[in-house]
């Protein structure tokens, strides 16, 4: 498989040398970061609308707080980068993007 040379292109890169099933669908999370905290509640309240499984993780002495969201599908370029693109454009005027993503992984 072939992805671009971004930041998101290299984490595909590096799950495909992990063995990572493409073809069956899993959870994938998105996190959401803000300039400031707490995030404004009408941020919150579109997420949760758009992404129900949308859930605030208060900030700790290990991490700033953001907000986290799943979507299960499979896990495709496309799908990470719109997922991110349209989840900016969101929260943009909250202050808020999302440039993070993970999965647990699967080997085949």
Request: proline fraction near 7%.
């Amino acid at each position: 498989m072939n992805w671009p040379n971004d930041a998101d292109g290299d984490v595909f890169r590096r799950i495909q040398r992990s063995n990572f099933n493409f073809e069956t669908p899993c959870l994938v999370d998105f996190d959401v970061d803000f300039q400031e905290w707490p995030p404004h509640s009408e941020a919150i309240r579109i997420l949760e609308r758009e992404y129900p499984s949308a859930k605030v993780y208060e900030p700790s002495s290990d991490f700033n707080g953001y907000v986290q969201f799943q979507i299960y599908g499979l896990v495709t370029y496309e799908l990470v980068v719109r997922t991110q693109e349209h989840v900016t454009k969101l929260m943009g005027p909250f202050g808020g993007v999302c440039e993070a993503w993970g999965i647990l992984h699967q080997p085949k």
